[in-house]
């Protein structure tokens, strides 16, 4: 049975501490998939959470000092239950208090998986051939390596997103070339695969093949909107990518999948 | 006239102490059905907003303890003014600092209506024959009497939503059949209900009709929304039901009710 | 070449400090148009974000203390830098922490342009014949000389937007007649206006021609949205309308341009 499938079958709950901006579409997405999301950043019950949910999401998208504190909560109380924790270094290398927040939940806590673009995780090891601006990347480095150094660095699971998107752990490398380039257009999207990877990781099975596919569904389903007959730029992409990743199955990701 | 027609000519502004997952939605929502949205939690202001809005909502779905101050000083002006005050217990059972707010909130203000999921309901009452499972509800109780202990209970209406519908007073129940199971999957479609039933509880007459036309105009245009063409899953559903809440008239109702 | 060009050249990014509600809508707003946002109103880096953005975008929709410091913190960093700062005093005459705060940015920041309706210029500058209630406009005053008298007590550029749009400089005055009013039934488009505008004003030339391109660029997308076929209402306008903001080009604004 796919991963997928599975996903559905179990219908994860995803404690995700996020940024404002994508709130609502990241639940929407989680929906969509087959997950189901819970957000709050509460002190007051970001531990307690812990019991009821399956996978905790960190985005640094919009932070405040409060949200930090929350999110080592979250994190550690994820860390003692054993489920798994994925980090969304959002503009990293934007300012400085971004990059030492990364570099402190990456020292405090046990990281399952890093999710970003190669200006993100370029920042996050200080790797100046790529230049982060806001929250887009720019630079021609080799994402492969860059990904790879990442992997060697943090010793987690690095799932660099992009044109290119690579799966890096210590001893292994998966690249992907599916996706429309209209998805960079849709703000969240980039957050909502990292919720989608945080559900797909709660599922049994070797990390590198479920973040794998978690990257397939994701990638083909924004093909199969793309190529919807009403979609004409980001507007409208935004509803049939809903669509198509709540209607998407395992031959569909079979039959689009670029190799 | 019907209350949805009185809705329109009166444009009920309601002040919307929400989670922010749903802000977008809940304000798009009460604008297409004819209703205006206030959104502040500022704890400067919240009191002052009472002098212009015609009903207060409020939403216990991404809590911090300034926002629950701020819906205690919201909450009372609203009493001291008169004007209709709605509780959202959103997952009330998966923290216990979420039930202990809404103990509170329901302990020190008057609440007009309380409107949840089974699950949130009988968390409320204390009922373990329905778990509560972060912000959807699972279980198998009879939601008629569920409602309506929580009713005898609070001493209050409750607006019990779900497959099926139950609008409960002391002494008074109505059970209603409509609605679409797609609308689950659009995320803030139970919180803008509670909004809209806010807008309701504005107008002239008795609690109990005002909540059973706001639910049956509101499941009604779900129905015609996932009837639409384009609507293929949650994702084009959400932006036709907000078109379907702007168009629906008082015989779209009446011509699809379920009996 | 047009203002829009340019802008789509440069890509400017603007750091968005507005209101929870509003944020996803914005940010896919300046995607669509061809800007880039970045959001954080985080007290440890405001400032810094000042080194990589282009422009600033203060808009009170939903305050909080923090907020108001934030905003100081982000507004005198671009003031240092020499990029344009633009206010949207969202309801300014709901409650008087809304006018205070504005009144103290006003005061201690050079504000570049300030965008908002009739109701809430009117609040700023203490005309008592337009009234504001929640953040909707009323009132039968005379918009232009409105524009004019505001433009002239606070001596920086007014947008004031509605059924006719006046851009007033302490010297010079344009009115637009473009648009829907169909935009007006989706929550937001003001508060992505000021954004957009934002965006425009970050560009080489006289503050009142791009402000009057932005506006035209910006109503003339609203009404290629609204004649969509498929647009029937303000749910669909949302999609259809960031297509038309995406796709719209410098001959469409010629072209619809009403004089």
């Known amino acids: ?82 489920i798994p924790v994925v980090l969304d270094p959002v503009a990293a290398g934007a300012t400085s208090y971004r990059l030492e927040t990364c570099h402190k939940l990456l020292e405090e806590l046990d990281i399952t998986a890093i999710r970003g673009n190669a200006g993100e995780i370029a920042a996050l090891i200080g790797d100046e051939q790529w230049a982060s601006r806001g929250v887009d990347a720019r630079g021609n480095g080799d994402v492969v390596s860059l990904a790879q150094k990442a992997a060697a660095t943090f010793r987690t699971l690095i799932v660099l997103t992009g044109e290119t998107d690579v799966i890096a752990s210590e001893d292994e490398t998966v690249v992907c070339r599916n996706g429309t380039p209209l998805l960079g257009s849709v703000t969240g999207t980039g957050c909502l695969f990292s919720s989608v990877l945080t559900a797909f990781l709660t599922l049994e099975g070797p990390a590198i093949e479920k973040a794998t596919e978690a990257i397939r569904t994701y990638t083909v389903a924004s093909e199969m909107a793309a190529e919807h007959p009403q979609v004409k730029g980001p507007g409208t992409l935004h509803p049939y990518f809903l669509d198509a990743l709540y209607a998407i199955t395992p031959e569909d990701v079979e039959k689009r999948l670029v190799r």
């Open 1 to 82: 049975m796919s991963y997928l499938q599975k996903l559905r079958e179990t219908t994860p709950l995803i404690h995700n501490l996020t940024n404002e901006v994508v709130m609502n579409f990241t639940a929407n997405g989680l929906y969509a998939i087959g997950a189901a999301p819970v957000m709050s950043k509460a002190l007051d019950e970001v531990s307690d959470m812990a019991t009821i949910t399956n996978g905790v999401l960190l985005n640094i998208g919009t932070l405040t000092s409060s949200d930090v504190e929350a999110m080592f909560l979250a994190g550690k109380a994820a860390n003692k239950k054993g």
